[in-house]
């Protein structure tokens, strides 16, 4: 058992940066690989960055050289960090924990001027 708490989300300008956090319990997150999604407005949910137990890295190639996932175990915490933010990043961001099918909440990122 286990669950997911997302935080970092909010308002932004275009080229802006955010840090999201995701924190985990349960030891079966620090054995597992981790993954951050999205979802917009009218879109399927979509895959945005992966990071396995050993800390390498997937990413969808929408976010490649401006976002980057990573992991602290000691913290059971995963981190998305976010950097030249786009309008087109308007979306709620999910933690996922894939072996177990474990969703957070959510946390809402807007970009706008």
């Known amino acids: 058992q286990g669950h997911l708490v997302e935080s970092g989300g909010g308002l932004v300008q275009p080229g802006g940066s955010l840090r999201l956090s995701c924190a985990a319990s349960g030891s079966i997150f620090t054995r597992n690989t981790m993954a951050w999604y999205r979802q917009a407005p009218g879109k399927q949910r979509e895959m945005v960055a992966t990071i396995t137990s050993g800390g390498s890295t997937n990413y969808a190639d929408s976010v490649k050289g401006r976002f980057a996932i990573s992991r602290d175990n000691a913290k059971n915490t995963v981190y998305l960090q976010m950097n030249s933010l786009k309008p087109d990043d308007t979306a709620v961001y999910y933690c996922?924990?894939?072996?177990?099918?474990?969703w957070g909440q959510g946390t809402q990122v807007t970009v706008s001027s």
């Open positions: 996922n924990l894939p072996i177990a099918n474990y």
